[in-house]
């Protein structure tokens, strides 16, 4: 069993085949690649090269039901649950919104820097709204690349650990703004009915102009209902961004949904100075949009609200042990804007034909694009060249399926041979460090990317 060589990889889908899959809407989208236009700006892709496949035909329950009680990492997920991106293309999400770094730079008051950068927080998680395909998992050695002049930074990462997976990236301002950083390493846990990935690591923040550092962790995300019901997402936990020029921290607080979802996805928190004083109130839902506002104001309006409605929830069930479907509840209604609060950042709508590409964004769908001239140019080891995901991404699963476990099986076979003569993995653009400001392990780049010196690299597919 070459599973308990390698247990943490998620295994080609040998069971299922594709064939029989029904594709949406098999009419190829008008492939719109990058192309300057007349001010020089690239205009990237807009759309992926094929409508993703229904998941209805394949039944979820008949390939899950055996895995209960199983650890994740020995599950083997059919690739129809992935989306065609690497988790280190994933992570690249957070910079969707880089204007709100932009902006928090161009702030002269810091109350309302620490604004921006809490709703940049927020804002970089809104990506996985909706988004229950699972990314591919990055081989070792795996590299991505984004330049954006128009949002005006760069980013490299590199997969720098398999186990347990890290993936490390690093993003600086192109005008020496800000660098922006961080390691993640995604904790999958199987609860039955849900998957809850905790994504463990560091993520920093430097606001060179300002000589400030902001740090925070990520909130956890919880896929609901992966064999029974309808997929949904659902993010919880605290998040504290930390000013370490002073100790001021802006704490936001992830709520879980509840059992009448009343609090579904909302978010709410507040920004103190280091006497624990209070300064904002920050509130709204990572779906949707955040606001700021004074905390006396917010205070009052909260418990005019509360003489509204006396009645308390009644028994919350433990969700986990009935046998039911955790449905998403229906809550339609919107953020309820305090008189006097200032907009910090609202979420873009996601194009027309998002539903049948895997719910992207805008800025997702352009991720996996090889635009013109970047082959001769971008790094043997980035995900783009990935024949798995192209495959996948091209709408041709089987081919995705098969070249998936061709590259895990010489993942399998580079490690046999390292460990024969006893050679040890090492990273190329990323050193295992300590972060200055956390005091936590983390993983510091070397620098050097993009001097495109890439001599020596691994021949990882
Ligand atoms: C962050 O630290 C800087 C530098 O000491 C300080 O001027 C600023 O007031 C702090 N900002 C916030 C929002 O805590
Ligand atoms: C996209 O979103 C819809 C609506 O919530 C959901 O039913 C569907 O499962 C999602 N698709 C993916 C691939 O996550
Ligand atoms: C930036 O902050 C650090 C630590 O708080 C301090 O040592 C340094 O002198 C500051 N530099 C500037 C230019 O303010």
Not at 131 to 154: A, C, M, S, V
Request: glycine content about 6%; some cysteine; aromatic content about 10%.
């Amino acid at each position: 069993n070459k599973n308990s060589l390698d247990s943490d990889e998620d295994e080609g889908a040998s069971e299922a085949s594709f064939k029989d899959a029904q594709v949406f809407d098999s009419s190829r989208q008008k492939n719109n690649g990058s192309v300057p236009q007349e001010n020089g700006i690239k205009k990237h892709r807009t759309s992926l090269p094929a409508p993703m496949f229904s998941r209805n035909t394949i039944s979820v329950f008949s390939i899950l039901k055996k895995c209960i009680g199983q650890e994740l990492s020995k599950i083997t997920m059919p690739i129809v649950f992935n989306e065609p991106l690497s988790f280190l293309q994933r992570i690249t999400e957070y910079m969707e919104h880089t204007y709100l770094i932009n902006r928090a730079c161009s702030l002269s008051d810091s109350t309302e820097r620490m604004q921006a950068v809490a709703a940049f927080a927020v804002s970089a998680v809104a990506s996985q709204w909706e988004r229950t395909g699972k990314p591919f998992n990055p081989l070792l050695g795996e590299t991505y690349e984004l330049i954006r002049e128009e949002q005006g930074f760069r980013l490299v990462s590199e997969q720098v650990s398999h186990h347990p997976p890290v993936s490390a990236f690093h993003a600086e301002s192109l005008v020496g703004d800000f660098v922006f950083h961080g390691s993640i390493y995604p904790k999958l846990k199987f609860w039955g009915k849900s998957v809850e990935a905790e994504p463990k690591g560091t993520i920093t923040l430097e606001l060179l102009k300002h000589n400030e550092t902001y740090t925070w962790t990520n909130p956890t995300c919880c896929v609901h209902n992966i064999i029974l019901g309808k997929l949904w997402i659902e993010q919880y936990g605290t998040v504290e961004i930390l000013n370490h020029s002073t100790g001021d921290k802006c704490v936001l607080n992830f709520k879980p949904c509840g059992m009448f979802g009343k609090e579904l996805h909302t978010v709410e928190g507040y920004i103190q100075d280091k006497s624990k004083k209070k300064l904002c109130v920050i509130y709204g839902k990572w779906t949707e949009c955040m606001w700021s506002v004074d905390p006396q104001v917010y205070e009052s309006q909260k418990k005019s609200e509360k003489k509204g409605d006396g009645k308390k929830n009644k028994n919350e069930v433990d969700r986990a042990v009935n046998d039911d479907a955790d449905d998403m509840p229906d809550v339609q209604e919107t953020v309820s804007v305090v008189p006097g609060s200032t907009l910090l950042w609202r979420i873009d709508p996601r194009p027309a034909h998002s539903s049948t590409m895997y719910n992207f964004t805008n800025f997702a769908m352009s991720l996996n694009e090889l635009e013109p001239g970047m082959e001769g140019i971008l790094a043997p080891t980035d995900c783009r060249f990935r024949p798995d995901i192209k495959a996948m991404e091209n709408g041709n699963m089987d081919e995705a399926s098969q070249e998936k476990e061709r590259l895990e099986e010489k993942q399998r076979a580079a490690r046999k041979e390292r460990a024969k003569s006893n050679q040890e993995w090492s990273t190329r653009w990323f050193q295992s460090g300590t972060n200055p400001y956390t005091g936590s392990q983390d993983w510091i780049y070397s620098g050097g990317y993009f001097n495109r010196n890439y001599r020596n690299l691994p021949d990882i597919y």
